[in-house]
């Protein structure tokens, strides 16, 4: 059973650009988590998506950043207009249910964008 | 909301030597606790969760934690470091919230391992 797949692994936008990060949770699993992890801090939680929902984005910056997880194919992180403070490693986490405290989540092995 | 401090953002020790790395966390409920190691370019891989049982927990690698209610610590200790042992380590809380959790991690503490 393959983990939580993210692609790509490293991305170079200049700035201005469009980013988009793929993440395919675990097999089964219908819930996703995106986190943020800026240099030498720990994971910031961005976004809870279900399956053609979002459940909770209040971790989201307001503008620029949207996130998507439709029927079919992957969860999209959209980054719009990258700036360098958009420079991060972003990881996505899937759970089978939500679960409520004890639902583990699995996270996949993140993508590192580098903005210039 | 509920909170995370790592003390120390890097601890070094030798081989052979003990392993404590310490986390507090500051929450108005019961709080879940959560360990995650993640390796250079590596995701995060869980360790140890508690879930209000036993308030010593057991984890991979033999790493183990120990749930302090009174000094609302989550400490991760292991008797003897191995080289394989260096990596970031993360203490979490989980928020649960209408029936799902997200998780706030503190900022992670690097362990050092010299031989």
């Known amino acids: 059973n393959a983990g939580v797949m993210q692609n790509p692994r490293h991305l170079v936008r200049r700035r201005g650009q469009e980013a988009r990060l793929r993440c395919s949770p675990m097999?089964?699993?219908?819930?996703v988590y995106w986190y943020r992890q800026l240099p030498e801090e720990g994971l910031k939680f961005m976004v809870y998506?279900?399956?053609?929902?979002?459940?909770?984005e209040s971790g989201m910056p307001k503008e620029r950043f949207s996130a998507e997880f439709p029927k079919e194919g992957p969860s999209i992180l959209r980054i719009q207009q990258v700036v360098r403070g958009d420079s991060a490693a972003y990881f996505c986490?899937?759970?089978?249910?939500?679960?409520?405290?004890?639902?583990?989540?699995?996270f996949g092995q993140g993508t590192r964008l580098t903005v210039v | 909301a509920q909170s995370v401090t790592q003390l120390g953002s890097h601890v070094s020790v030798s081989e052979g030597a003990l392993v404590l790395l310490r986390c507090n966390y500051s929450?108005?409920?019961?709080?879940?606790l959560f360990w995650y190691v993640q390796y250079p370019n590596q995701g995060l891989q869980l360790l140890l969760k508690?879930?209000?049982?036993?308030?010593l927990v057991k984890g991979i690698n033999g790493f183990e934690a120990e749930f302090k209610k009174s000094e609302t610590s989550f400490h991760l200790t292991k008797p003897s470091a191995h080289m394989s042992d260096a990596a970031e380590y993360f203490c979490?809380?989980?928020?649960?919230?209408?029936?799902?959790?997200?998780?706030?991690f503190g900022k992670g503490t690097m362990l050092l391992v010299s031989p």
């Open positions: 929450s108005s409920v019961p709080p879940y």
């Open positions: 986490a899937s759970s089978q249910t939500g679960g409520g405290l004890t639902a583990e989540a699995f």
């Open positions: 998506l279900q399956k053609e929902n979002i459940i909770d």
């Open positions: 508690y879930t209000s049982a036993a308030t």
């Open positions: 979490a809380v989980s928020e649960g919230q209408s029936g799902y959790s997200t998780l706030t």
């Open positions: 097999k089964g699993h219908s819930h």
